[in-house]
């Protein structure tokens, strides 16, 4: 394990939270530093971490004088950068590799953006909707965007233990995150048994379990 890299994180990002596993999967090491974003007007807009992340976001992660930004640049720079440590984080063949990255995109582009802490409190905030209003936008957002996932994944060959195949890729880093925010709002998981059946293969590695929001330094006791 290597402690040379930097993972500015925050306990409850999913965004986060996919680094964090892939992170694990890789075998790295790092130092993690937390970025409240709820606490007050939230660090992330502090003068300091502007200056590292002018989008004010986490995970942003350092590795040396490199800042990566964004989870997927992230995790794709921990693939072709340290590919020969720990486990790979795409598969082997092209085809699977677009597979995958398709799968982890649907997540992270299409489904994650209308839920996050920024999207609910514009909600909140400049639109005015109450706490029940915000959960069904949420709850509408989170079951179209998993009924998606299922369909593309149940009985398709290509599916395995994981996502694509038997080794978990970029496709489960982000899937699993985005089931926690589901459980945090209440959604009911089971219309999707084929996403259910690779969070369980999922919790049985040490790297989901090491990342998961519950055992970070900053999450609450």
């Known amino acids: 394990m290597t402690s040379s890299m930097k993972l500015y994180s925050y306990w409850r990002s999913s965004a986060a939270y996919r680094v964090r596993i892939a992170l694990g999967l890789k075998e790295l090491g790092y130092d993690y530093y937390p970025v409240h974003l709820a606490q007050g007007e939230g660090e992330q807009f ?7 992340e002018p989008q004010n976001q986490v995970p942003l992660l350092a590795d040396g004088e490199r ?20 486990a790979s984080l795409m598969p082997t ?8 990255r398709g799968l982890a995109q649907l997540i992270a582009c299409d489904v994650h953006p209308l839920g996050n802490l920024r999207t609910l409190k514009y909600l909140q905030n400049e639109l005015g909707l109450d706490d029940a209003a915000r959960l069904r936008w949420i709850q509408h957002w ?32 982000c899937l699993i995150p985005q089931l926690y925010n589901a459980r945090r709002f209440e959604l009911d998981l089971s219309p999707y048994p084929t996403i259910c059946r690779i ?10 379990s090491a990342a998961h929001p519950s055992v970070q330094p900053d999450a609450p006791k």
């Open 142 to 173: 989170l079951s179209r965007g998993l009924r998606a996932f299922e369909a593309l994944i149940a009985d398709h060959p290509s599916t395995g233990d994981f996502c694509e195949g038997d080794a978990p890729s970029i496709a489960d880093c």
């Open 46 to 52: 502090s003068d300091e971490y502007s200056e590292l």
């Open 199 to 208: 969070e369980e293969n999922c919790a049985d590695l040490p790297a989901f």
């Open 67 to 86: 800042l990566i930004r964004q989870s997927l640049p992230i995790i794709e720079y921990l693939e072709e950068n340290y590919e020969l440590t720990g």
């Open 93 to 100: 063949e092209v085809r699977e590799r677009a597979r995958a």
